[in-house]
């Protein structure tokens, strides 16, 4: 595995190793040893959630203020534009965001440490993201940070208007952001 360090030391791509012949390809997509061995990164993963989105969905920015979620993610189809932002008040890095595009094709994953909000953007007609998550989801301790927070300035790589849920369309101000202290 080829780890690829970012500007927020934390938050790492991961590049698997692919094995490729007349037959097609061949990939481990994860394996808790070598992980560990190449990051550092012992978690035990609690849950699997795969969403599937069509081109211009922005889902997120989203966080639990209480058992915050760590994310390992991966595109299994399509192309998508991953965000995570430090909401951790402590870092030297609060308030920062990362955006990296993983796809099916360059079969990068993300890791998304716990204390970050998360995003994505559908780059592709159709997107299939599956992320492993270190804690459960929690309706009553999820947190939107709205996706176009002028003080983030996220640069989305936008082609049309968002498609946004309900609930990211009224996300609050990352300056009003329920965060760690």
């Known amino acids: 595995m080829n ?29 808790r040893r070598v992980l560990e061995q190449a990051t ?29 979620q760590g994310k390992l993610i ?9 965000v995570a932002v430090d909401i951790r008040r ?13 796809s099916e094709e360059n079969r990068r994953m993300a890791w998304v440490p716990p204390g970050f909000a998360h995003g994505f953007l559908v780059l592709s007609e159709v997107a299939e993201v599956l992320y492993k998550v270190t804690d459960y989801w929690f309706a009553e301790h999820e ?13 989305w790589p936008l082609e049309a208007r968002p498609v946004l849920s309900a609930r990211d369309a009224v ?4 300056a009003q952001a329920e965060t760690e202290p």
């Open 143 to 155: 947190r939107t940070i709205v996706w176009n927070d002028p003080d983030l300035a996220i640069q």
């Open 74 to 82: 991966r595109v299994l189809r399509g192309e998508v534009f991953d």
């Open 3 to 31: 780890v690829l360090r970012t500007e927020i030391p934390e938050v790492l791509i991961l590049e698997p190793k692919v094995f490729q012949d007349e037959r097609g390809t061949f990939f481990e997509s994860y394996n």
């Open 90 to 102: 402590s870092s030297p890095t609060f308030g920062k965001w990362l955006g990296v595009r993983l």
């Open 171 to 174: 996300g609050v101000r990352f």
């Open 40 to 68: 550092g990164i012992d978690y035990d993963y609690v849950q699997d959630n795969l969403s599937r989105s069509v081109r211009n969905v922005i889902r997120g920015l989203h966080y639990q203020v209480v058992r915050p």
